[in-house]
């Protein structure tokens, strides 16, 4: 199957890519960024997803895997929901189109981060229920993830600080954050495994949102 994920350069993009591939789908990935993926089936392309012109030309997508994003930034509302919505239209309304996945955020549903990230990704959510209902005549699904701490490059600065790490720690019932590879398997199941479950946004962050919310930042 086709599947396209943008962001894939590095981070939960770059593992997803690289777990489909294990899986054997062709696999496309769109980054402003150049990527180090070595594999007969990986196309890599450089396009920035807020200007839709750049976009590339991708026919018969079956999968498709919102994760570009950006924290903190002049762009957040422009990248993460704006951009993701630009993707979103040009590849998933089709009649190839199996499944539509959005990388939110735990922030979607506390708030308790930046404000524009906050309101980028809550946008995320009511955009994937939109797009849930409109690929109901194709019969495909469509459901977003919202995880909260990922061990990725973007959260090192907190990662490295042992006193705000700990302060994270104490308000994380599980102690502990996902990686990066662990995000790829559920963006695996939900695509690519799951059939019957759409319109639904899963919270992945080890209790921190239910059991005790909390953020913590340089």
């Known amino acids: ?26 696999v496309f990935g769109i980054d402003v960024l150049p990527s180090d993926i070595q594999d007969s ?7 920035d997803i807020t200007k839709p012109d750049t976009l590339p030309q991708i026919d018969g997508v079956g999968i498709l895997i919102n994760n570009a994003g950006v924290q903190d930034s002049v762009d957040d509302i422009a990248v993460n929901l ?6 979103t239209e040009r590849y998933a309304f089709q009649s190839d189109i199996h499944s539509v996945l959005f990388i939110a955020s735990a922030s979607a549903h506390t708030g308790a ?14 955009y994937m229920k939109n797009t849930a209902l409109r690929l109901v005549p194709y ?13 990725t490059e973007l959260n090192k600065p907190v990662m490295e600080d042992p006193k705000l790490w700990k302060q994270i720690m104490d308000v994380t019932p599980l102690k502990k954050w996902a990686s990066a590879q662990e995000i790829a398997q559920w ?3 939900m695509t ?27």
């Open 1 to 26: 199957m086709k599947v396209v994920v943008s962001g894939a350069s590095k981070g939960i993009g770059k593992a997803t890519a690289l777990l489909f591939l294990k899986h054997g789908h062709e």
């Open 41 to 47: 089936l990986y196309t890599h392309f450089i396009a």
């Open 82 to 87: 704006k951009g993701n919505m630009n993707v």
């Open 113 to 126: 981060e930046f404000p524009a990230y906050s309101a980028s990704k809550g946008g995320i959510l009511a």
């Open 139 to 151: 019969g495909a699904t469509c459901n977003s993830l919202s995880p909260g701490g990922v061990t």
């Open 187 to 189: 963006c695996y199941f």
């Open 192 to 218: 690519a495994v799951n059939t019957s479950c759409t319109g639904q946004d899963i919270l992945i962050d080890n209790g921190e949102k239910d059991l005790n919310s909390s953020f913590v930042w340089v």
